[in-house]
T-cell receptor, first 112, second 114 residues
């Protein structure tokens, strides 16, 4: 069953602007990961944040995690047309196996 | 990170037939998973491919419809059996190493059933 709920479902911005996507989940997690998918192809791993971490950076990406609110956000700064893709959050469950539960995704369009 | 080769990348199949999708990894990995992504939807886990034993299926997925093999730590296959148009989806192979929870994905197989 789906765990994560991303919002917005779709986001359209201009190149150079920042894009923020949010993810909420329902049960306790070990970690939360963000992935990018271009045009229905394979997923590319972006960043993993563990349940005891609050913020993580990677290049133009910034991820926050609030376990009390069961939510995470992905910020892409200074967006580029090449960032156009669908972005998914996925959670690793406490007490579960290594499998991930994916959210519904946010479709980001960056207009040149 | 593991390099995953998934074949075929796409196929158009007749209803009632079966298609086997292959997933080859360039290194030994502990965990291999198969996901389905229906058009415009997110990923849903079909099963965990277990090396040398039967796969572990998620609710709503059965072995007769999605038989899976995993003969070793670098290779797995997923068969979509007796296909119908509702099986039209992208099927993705994913791998993880135990204790390293980052998952890596193949490029997916885009299946269209006509």
């Amino acid at each position: 069953s789906q765990q994560g709920e991303e919002d917005p479902q779709a986001l359209s911005i201009q190149e150079g602007e920042n894009a923020t996507m949010n993810c909420s989940y329902k049960t306790s997690i070990n970690n939360l990961q963000w992935y990018r998918q271009n045009s229905g192809r394979g997923l590319v791993h972006l960043i993993l944040i563990r349940s005891n971490e609050r913020e993580k950076h990677s290049g133009r990406l910034r991820v926050t995690l609030d376990t009390s609110k069961k939510s995470s956000s992905l910020l892409i700064t200074a967006s580029r047309a090449a960032d156009t893709a669908s972005y998914f959050c996925a959670t690793g469950q406490v007490g579960g196996s290594e499998k991930l539960v994916f959210g519904k995704g946010t479709k980001l369009t960056v207009n040149p | 990170s593991a390099v995953i080769s998934q074949k075929p990348s796409r196929d158009i199949c007749q209803r009632g037939t079966s298609l086997t999708i292959q997933c080859q990894v360039d290194s030994q990995v502990t965990m291999m998973f198969w996901y389905r992504q229906q058009p415009g939807q997110s990923l849903t886990l079909i099963a965990t491919a277990n090396q040398g034993s039967e796969a572990t299926y998620e609710s709503g997925f059965v072995i007769d419809k999605f038989p899976i093999s995993r003969p070793n730590l670098t290779f797995s296959t997923l068969t979509v059996s007796n296909m119908s148009p509702e099986d039209s989806s992208i099927y993705l192979c994913s791998v993880e190493d135990f204790g390293n929870t980052e998952a890596f994905f193949g490029q997916g197989t885009r299946l269209t059933v006509v």
